[in-house]
């Protein structure tokens, strides 16, 4: 009785998960890099709030980066575990969708009032259900081949970064009158579509080389660019989100001479 009782008690102290000092310091890394994601993008959105609205944007493009990085930073540690992604998906769904569509609504989409607030819940929610859509390609274990060269729809990451392009336009001194906020209400509506939109966008990690001549070059523009965006930054974002979104149909044209269709139609690939 007694040997059975200590059986059960241990398996009742496995089900509860490790104790907090069998747990290696290298397996928390990433988990506090993705909280500090969440606190970032939940601090942008208390920024908004108190109409500190560049500061508010700094948190959350901050937050898409340390919600970036934190997987790498998992697999360069061999650190990788199921917390950690259920972790991550939550952060996501914080830094992606909550996040930028508050800053937006607050900043600009509230003047249109509750049709603003219907186009934040849309983005919000297509934000939720692409990275959910994301998940569950990525546990299947069919993987077609385009994968690895192409997204179905627009990232949740770039979405944030796109949406967020009528507050960088307001930075830049555009007029924040009711016209810009019906324009910024139905572009916001366009991010949420692209984001649930079986659109396919390149990713850039297929394995396609570059040329050694064209690798020097390559990292002289990266330079330029981290340089220009430290020193314009919101003409540099408000430029990058309108070169991403004019790329989207040189996208879609590659897949089409690729695979002979407009959009992903695979029953594999989607939900």
């Not at 606190?39 to 109409?51: D, H, M, V």
């Not at 993987?143 to 060269?149: F, G, T």
Request: hydrophobic share 55%; proline share 4%.
């Amino acid at each position: 009785m007694q040997d059975q009782a200590r059986t059960d008690q241990q398996d009742n102290d496995d089900a509860r998960g490790p104790r907090l000092r069998e747990i290696p310091l290298r397996l928390m890394v990433p988990n506090l890099i993705t909280v500090l994601a969440i606190c970032a993008g939940l601090t942008g959105i208390r920024l908004a709030f108190e109409s500190r609205f560049e500061l508010a944007v700094a948190m959350v493009l901050l937050a898409a980066f340390l919600d970036g990085i934190d997987g790498r930073v998992a697999r360069a540690l061999k650190a990788t575990s199921k917390f950690g992604v259920q972790m991550d998906s939550l952060a996501d769904i914080i830094n992606f969708g909550v996040a930028p569509a508050l800053v937006l609504y607050v900043f600009i989409l509230d003047k249109v009032g509750s049709i603003g607030w219907i186009a934040a819940l849309i983005y919000a929610i297509a934000a939720g259900l692409r990275l959910a859509r994301f998940n569950v390609m990525a546990e299947r274990e069919f993987k077609a081949k385009w994968q690895s060269e192409f997204f179905v729809g627009v990232p949740a990451p770039m979405g944030a970064m796109l949406v967020m392009l009528p507050v960088y336009l307001g930075f830049l001194g555009l007029d924040l009158d009711r016209s810009f906020a019906i324009v910024a209400t139905g572009y916001t509506l366009l991010i949420g579509y692209l984001l649930v939109s079986r659109v396919p966008v390149w990713s850039g990690k297929s394995e396609t080389r570059v040329r050694r001549d064209l690798m020097l070059p390559l990292l002289l523009g990266v330079v330029v660019y981290v340089a220009l965006l430290m020193s314009f930054t919101w003409q540099i974002l408000a430029l990058t989100a309108a070169a991403y979104l004019c790329f989207l149909p040189f996208s879609a044209s590659a897949w089409k001479k690729r695979y002979g269709t407009l959009t992903i139609e695979d029953d594999h690939a989607n939900v």
